[in-house]
């Protein structure tokens, strides 16, 4: 068996160097609706001390927002709605349908801004989603290889997940996805190394225990993140069925089984699971209740389009804004030969969440499984983890020496990158205000359609005209003042390219960060060994036969 060892150091610059690289290029601010609402909880947690919206929070007011138009005002509320002038207000403290863990979450940084006096919204703007993306990115070095022993092959999927796939321009949002995909790539890959707790190595995330508890220590953690992913998104809980049979199918399979390990999952898992119904008793007087009402229910799962439209509109679709994945047949196959018990989870949750977001339909929005205002298939960001490492596979023998094929995964991965690099330097919402204001889409009741399947209206397009033409340097907040456009004084404009840092202190301080990093990835890359040869791809099959 090949020993790989797997220090915290090498842990801590792979995070390192994907939170300067996100934090570099974020835009310091949230989508102007979920991701408010959801920071609206967030400074009712740390100034009103309520998990409720709490409506008399001061960025409400400061921001002049719109408060009736992005919280679900229906019957989950408990009736705390006043009419005025036929307009329903807010006027207590109200649960919403938000993620409360990622408001409580974000709750320390909001007291760092307090504490330093900065604007809370920059600061968790440009720490929280930058964090979680660039824990996804490790976890993703690390089940890679314990998947194809290689640090090489390793650190170029965790680069195709954090640049090179539509996860990128989301450490600007607020949203909750990157959160929900953490959680379910921690839940796989902790139940994984409960099965193979005598691997040859272990990213070293927190001290560990003895080997003879190493597997229950790791099955109480998948058991522990199978839960939080609920608490992240409701809809994780369709995934459940495939963690707990997996674990349990591989461990009675097993030579010498020992099902110890399978009941401290299940255990862990039981006690996540009721204290999530235990939470929605108290906000919604339900234990099966998140808060979304007639919303999470099958009629609204009565669509097709979005089955196609997922993969290869030119608005949404996964192959458009993450070219990689067309990869995914070919390291599906390949991985079938290595462990076919992860070939059979990993296919679970890919395909079982295409098909529950592709048949999303709402008759007031027949385009939701889009994701809506977003860049790219947003409902997919929870799978990209579990893709990134399939197609790893297709990395190992498709890229065995230089030819064609060679060349082929080089151009996938750098049209990915450029096709959300443009997701970076204009933000999404600009983008699509383009398409509202300069094509003149505004004036019909379908745009976000027309984006969706239109390739001339492709947010893509959209952001490369906007970038040519220089729009949003013509853009004059104040004179969208007091419109239902208001929230386009909450970006960056009349900056041109959508980064905080760049934007706030100039280009020296920009550059002062890219050295950084630069250093970071120099002493990395050491570690990893790439500076040592020359990077050769043919070398990762070979590394991978002397397991």
């Given at each position: ?143 890679s290889i314990d998947l194809y022993r290689s640090k090489k092959l390793a650190f170029a999927l965790s680069l195709v997940f954090g640049v090179c796939s539509f996860i990128w321009p989301y450490n600007t949002t607020f949203w909750v996805q990157p959160l929900q995909a953490l959680t379910l790539i921690l839940a796989a890959y902790y139940i ?61 399979r097993r030579h010498n089984k020992n099902t110890k390990t399978f009941v401290y999952f299940l255990m862990a898992l039981a006690i996540m699971v009721f204290l999530a119904g235990l939470v929605n008793y108290l906000r919604f007087d339900s234990f099966t209740e998140f808060g979304y009402g007639s919303f999470s229910s099958l009629e609204m ?143 019909l009741p379908n745009s976000l359609d027309i984006m969706t399947w239109n390739p001339y209206y492709s947010p893509i397009i959209l952001h490369v005209k906007s970038l040519f033409e220089g729009y949003v340097s013509t853009i004059q907040p104040e004179m969208y003042a007091g419109t239902t456009w208001n929230w386009v004084a909450y970006g ?56």
């Amino acid at each position: 068996m090949m020993h790989i060892g797997i220090s915290r150091k090498l842990v801590a610059l792979l995070f390192s160097f994907f939170l300067l690289v996100n934090i570099a290029s974020s835009g310091g601010h949230f989508d102007w609706w979920d991701g408010m609402e959801t920071f609206f909880v967030t400074e009712s947690m740390v100034l009103k001390h309520t998990a409720k919206l709490d409506p008399l929070v001061p960025s409400i007011a400061e921001l002049n927002f719109d408060i009736n138009y992005t919280i679900n005002t229906n019957k989950i509320l408990q009736n705390e709605n006043s009419s005025n002038n036929g307009i329903d207000t807010i006027i207590e403290p109200v649960y919403t349908v938000r993620s409360l863990i990622l408001s409580a979450i974000a709750v320390p940084f909001y007291y760092a801004a307090l504490l330093f006096s900065v604007s809370p919204i920059a600061l968790i703007g440009l720490f929280l989603n930058s964090m979680i993306i660039s824990a996804i990115c490790v976890v993703i070095f690390c089940f890679s290889i314990d998947l194809y022993r290689s640090k090489k092959l390793a650190f170029a999927l965790s680069l195709v997940f954090g640049v090179c796939s539509f996860i990128w321009p989301y450490n600007t949002t607020f949203w909750v996805q990157p959160l929900q995909a953490l959680t379910l790539i921690l839940a796989a890959y902790y139940i994984h190394k409960s099965l193979h707790s005598n691997s040859s190595f272990i990213c070293h995330f927190f001290s560990m225990p003895p080997n003879k508890k190493a597997g229950i220590y790791f099955a109480l953690l998948g058991g522990i993140f199978s839960g939080l992913s609920i608490f992240a998104h409701p809809t994780s809980i369709i995934f459940l069925p495939g963690f707990i049979l997996y674990f349990f199918i591989t461990t009675t399979r097993r030579h010498n089984k020992n099902t110890k390990t399978f009941v401290y999952f299940l255990m862990a898992l039981a006690i996540m699971v009721f204290l999530a119904g235990l939470v929605n008793y108290l906000r919604f007087d339900s234990f099966t209740e998140f808060g979304y009402g007639s919303f999470s229910s099958l009629e609204m799962h009565d669509g097709w389009r979005g089955l196609i439209g997922l993969l290869i509109s030119p608005g949404a679709g996964m192959l458009v804004f993450f070219p990689l994945a067309i990869l995914l047949p070919w390291g599906f196959k390949y991985l079938k030969n290595q462990n076919k018990g992860l070939v059979i989870l990993f296919a679970y949750i890919i395909i079982l969440n295409w098909i529950y977001v592709g048949t999303l339909s709402f008759d007031f929005e027949p385009f939701s499984w889009s994701g809506g205002v977003a860049w790219g298939p947003r409902y997919l960001i929870p799978i990209l983890p579990f893709v990134t490492l399939v197609i790893g596979s297709a990395f190992m023998r498709l890229g065995q020496k230089l030819n064609l094929k060679v060349i082929v995964l080089v151009s996938l991965c750098i049209s990915g990158f450029v096709v959300n690099l443009l997701g970076k330097l204009v933000w999404y919402q600009y983008g699509i205000m383009y398409g509202w204001e300069r094509e003149s889409l505004s004036t019909l009741p379908n745009s976000l359609d027309i984006m969706t399947w239109n390739p001339y209206y492709s947010p893509i397009i959209l952001h490369v005209k906007s970038l040519f033409e220089g729009y949003v340097s013509t853009i004059q907040p104040e004179m969208y003042a007091g419109t239902t456009w208001n929230w386009v004084a909450y970006g960056l404009a009349p900056c041109s390219i959508d980064g905080y840092i760049y934007c706030t202190f100039g280009s020296i301080f920009i550059a002062i960060v890219l050295l950084i990093t630069t250093f970071i990835a120099i002493v990395l890359m050491k570690e990893i060994g790439l500076l040592k040869r020359p990077f050769n791809i043919s070398l990762l099959k070979n590394q991978h036969n002397g397991r």
